[in-house]
């Protein structure tokens, strides 16, 4: 869950070993927000998934098996 105070467009890039591997925009609605991933085409291995906007940066790890 991310929460925002306003309408924006969200950067959701996805990275391993310091490279974008992934990158999606997504627009947050005011209040609580999901984002969904489909990860199936990413090869096994830790990601890290930093979601940039208006409000600042969130980062977590994923681990793909």
């Not at 950067?11 to 947050?28: C, F, K, M, Q, W």
């Not at 984002?35 to 600042?56: E, H, P, R, T, W």
Request: hydrophobic share 40%; aromatic share 6%.
């Amino acid at each position: 869950d991310y929460k925002v105070t306003g309408v924006q467009t969200c950067a959701l890039p996805i990275y391993l070993s310091g490279r974008i591997v992934v990158n999606e925009t997504h627009t947050s609605v005011i209040g609580d927000n999901q984002f969904q991933l489909n990860v199936s085409d990413l090869a096994k291995g830790v990601y890290m998934i930093i979601l940039q906007s208006n409000n600042g940066t969130l980062q977590k790890k994923i681990v793909v098996q």
